[in-house]
């Protein structure tokens, strides 16, 4: 268990786009290295499943509701994972989060997840 860290967000117009970032912080005591990464957003009722990356960024899967819009990818000099997202939508407004697991297919279920970023509120407006 431990947090990662993540930046980007804010306000955006929509039909914009922007850029998420997510990497480890000193309280998860080691690298993304050994991890595949995967985004959510928490609307009203749900946290919703976005993408994720496997460890070697070679795998990477998004959920239908998105995957037209979205990239995720992973930048291992920086330790670094990226969510971008473009024609962005007033719906698209929520909290984000990053995920951390050692198995990539468990990323699709929050239960499993142990690892989160702290969140970071993206709002589209119209």
């Known amino acids: 268990q431990g947090q990662l860290l993540q930046s980007g967000g804010g306000l955006v117009q929509a039909g914009g786009a922007l850029r998420l970032s997510c990497t480890a912080s000193?309280?998860?005591?080691?690298?993304?290295?050994?991890?595949?990464v995967g985004w959510y957003r928490q609307g009203p009722n749900k946290r919703e499943f976005l993408a994720a990356i496997?460890?070697?960024?070679?795998?990477?899967f998004a959920s239908n509701a998105v995957e037209e819009r979205v990239t995720i990818s992973r930048d291992k000099t920086k330790d670094t994972v990226y969510l971008d997202m473009r024609l962005l939508k007033p719906e698209d407004t929520a909290v984000y989060f990053c995920?951390?697991?050692?198995?990539?297919?468990?990323?699709?279920?929050?239960?499993?997840?142990?690892?989160w970023g702290q969140g970071t509120q993206v709002t589209v407006s119209s």
């Open positions: 995920a951390a697991h050692t198995n990539l297919s468990e990323l699709r279920i929050p239960g499993f997840i142990h690892s």
């Open positions: 496997g460890q070697s960024g070679a795998q990477t």
């Open positions: 000193a309280s998860f005591g080691r690298t993304l290295a050994g991890y595949s």
